[in-house]
């Protein structure tokens, strides 16, 4: 909790702040599942899908501003919303002493663990059972068997659920454990703030330290030298310590460009094993469990749809139900198809752009522009290569499901900052400049004829 981010530190803040001010069913609707994503130039808060980020600027976009400018201090500035998230519901990142007691009243500490990510409410189907049993395995003996443990697989498939999962079942019978949760994003973001502040030696004992270290997206560690130097020591401390490590990310270690071979190596050593898109049985017995949690329940035949129309991911599904029950809660009306296909429109829409890829998007501006994808991806900044690069960035953004640091790394280690830079020129571009508009449209019709 002493070390949160900024940007955690700043939506925490503002969230009290806005409790205060509005009602505990509203707050408890809209705002309890909000997540602060990142904070450079403008704040951007992470919400399950376009129909939440919608109502909320229309409702509260003045409320949220105000909170934010008397949590940060600052009179000037902006935030905006990125859709595609997880709802996160925990008040605090670290579950506190009560909440997680061991028998002999010693308390272990988890920080950052979401407390409904636990396998109770994981449901297990083909493409998941054998991830979800070597999570359970290593949740009932950390350290013991499966060290490493590194599951990969696409966005939103329950890699984050399944090892925080096993980090619940952990605590439970340990005492004095402690549990570092947290994604490459941050753990680099803590690095580079331990070096800025002369506080290396805080950075290294604080994550090894941990008895249970899990790491989310270790794909970013590519093309970090200095990151990859501290992780692989870190990495090496824990292990020879018989302490448990839980890595996730979106491909298998191998696969992960510009990662060092002794970190492959290292990665590689315990249980590799990947997660699936879940099959149409499991998305509906997925369906069927959320709604649980709902008071608003909806029929079988619009469970099949959802299902049915919705099939990549497990976010994107959960999305959709939530999106159906909000609108049902707050219009007083009864879903039915006719009402639900209406508005899971856009979803269906996004979820057939989910299918087109960034290395397809890379091939197709690469084609157009009688470029090798190289060039897209390397340093060269001459305007023949640079505008290119920019509109491929751009439709990355508006045609696939990656995320923007996911864009980003995708382009040759670039950040997300200069992914959104290349997104707004070009989208300004796109409306001042007809030739351009033409172009980007003849790409993008070539991509969604593929």
Sequence with gaps: MDQLLVKDKIWLNARNILRQQLNDDIFNRWFRSIKAISYEGEFVLGVSDDFFADWLEEHYYNEISSALKQASEKNDITFRFEVGYVPATEEHPVVSAEENPTENGEVPEIRNCNSKFTFDTFVVGDGNNFAYSAAMA??????????????????????????QAAAHVAVKTKKKFIVEYL????????????LTNKKAGEFRKRFRSADMLLVDDVQFLANKKELQEEFFNTFNALYNDNKQIVLTSDRSPSEINGLESRLVSRFESGLTTDIQPPSMETRLAILRKKQEEQTIKLSDEILYFIANKITSNVRRLEGALVRLTAFSSMSGAKMDLDVAERLLH???????????????????VAEYYDLRVNDLLGERRPKNIAYPRMIAMYLAREMTDNSLPEIGEAFGGRTHATVINAVNRVRKERAKDKSIDNSVSFIKRQLQNI
């Design 138 to 163: 290593v949740g009932q003996a950390p350290g013991a068997s499966f060290n490493p443990l590194f599951i990969y697989g696409g966005t939103g498939l329950g890699k984050t659920h399944l090892i």
């Design 183 to 194: 994604t490459c994003e941050e753990l680099l973001n803590f690095y580079i703030e331990s």
């Design 346 to 364: 856009p979803m269906v829409i996004q979820e057939n752009a989910a299918k087109i890829t960034i290395d397809m998007v890379q091939k197709k």
